[in-house]
């Protein structure tokens, strides 16, 4: 098969590999659509993810969807022609953190571009049957490669109480905090307000249901009075290094910060006192867990809109290309898509 392989760091060659050759667990899975996740981009820049170094080559990508190829050996999952997207945190269901429900966190899990399992960017991709879901007609492949993005953001929403009288703040709209504008609109709030340094990017929040966009935090505390009358949960998805402390300051004494990025270095801080004297709840939301076949529903039901989201798409080939798009992203784009396949 034809595949994009990351031979070092901003260099994605287009090489041909053995096909994938399914567990019986498994179903083979043709590729259609890969969105471009920032995770993916530390091994493509920094050839590392959190300092865990690939041992070989790798395949990037965990956003997709795609059509089934070959159906699981042993009868499980859908059968071949069927068209799905897929959750990519593949857990054991064995260990005590599953037995407990927490699949998301498994000790076992195995994500595919993460290493060093071969991601998506690729005709063929072998992946459990579990982790599929059926689409509806009306859900096209790029839409249903944005359903994993979106079930992280409804993953953060429940971990949220969010409730008609909450003034929601969202640091950072790329997709995911797109997507939380979607889901907080659809929760009910009194209201949403989004923060984002690149103004290009509140276009479409605005559009989709925030109430105001601000390019920085302070312009957000004095237009809602000062730092202790912001916000009752903030939803930090800036992928900035100092987004915790933001979110700390932004937040109203007895709220919610809903932690969600991914700070470029491992270590980041925030003003203890702040936090503690306003008696903060401050939970961090990894992943996703049972959210794909919601995310789906709410894009098939019209109610989530992907398709709305500003985005930019390639072919497999122009792979590389992709990666350097969505490393210095032309103004308000917040995705690059690389179409596999018809
Ligand atoms: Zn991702
Ligand atoms: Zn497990």
Redesign the pocket.
């Given at each position: 098969m034809k595949c994009a392989r990351c031979v070092a760091p901003r260099d994605i060659r287009i090489v041909e590999s053995p096909d994938p050759v399914p567990e019986d667990n498994e179903i083979l899975v043709s590729v259609r659509a890969v969105s471009l996740c920032p995770s993916d981009h530390h091994i493509y820049k920094e050839g590392h993810a959190s300092g865990v170094y690939p041992d070989h080559e790798m395949i990037l990508g965990h956003e997709f969807s795609g059509v089934v190829a070959k159906p699981a050996a042993d009868g499980s999952g859908p059968p071949e022609g069927t068209r799905v997207a897929i959750e990519p945190a593949w857990?054991?269901?064995?260990?005590d953190?599953?037995k407990r429900g927490l699949?998301n966190i498994?000790?076992?899990?195995v994500f595919p571009s993460y290493p060093n399992r071969d991601g998506a960017l690729a005709e063929y991709i072998a992946c459990p049957s579990f982790s599929a879901a059926p689409l509806p007609d009306n859900v096209g492949f790029v839409q249903a490669a944005l359903a994993e993005p979106l079930g992280v953001a409804i993953h953060a929403v429940r971990h949220a109480n969010l409730g008609f009288g909450d003034v929601v703040a969202i640091l950072g709209v790329g997709v995911i905090g797109t997507a939380l504008v979607e889901l907080c609109k659809l929760a009910g709030v009194r209201s949403i307000l989004v923060v984002d340094p690149n103004e290009s990017r509140h276009a479409v929040p605005l559009e989709l249901g925030a109430d105001q966009a601000y390019t920085d935090k302070d312009q957000l505390i004095e237009d809602v009075g000062g730092t202790e009358h912001g916000p009752s949960v903030v939803f930090d998805v800036t992928n900035g290094q100092d987004s915790f402390s933001h979110s700390v300051d932004v937040c109203e004494p007895g709220g919610q910060v809903i932690v969600i990025t991914i700070p470029p270095h491992d270590h980041a801080e925030l003003t203890a006192s702040t936090a503690r004297r306003k008696e903060l709840d401050i939970q961090f939301s990894r992943r996703s867990r049972h959210t794909l076949e919601e995310a789906v529903r709410l894009v098939s039901e019209g109610r989530v809109h992907p398709d709305r989201w500003p985005r930019k798409e390639f072919s497999l080939d122009e792979t590389g290309a992709a990666f350097e798009c969505s490393t210095n992203p032309p103004p308000g784009m917040v995705r690059a898509v690389v179409n596999v396949g018809e």
């Open positions: 857990h054991c269901g064995r260990c953190i599953c699949i498994c000790r076992n899990v």
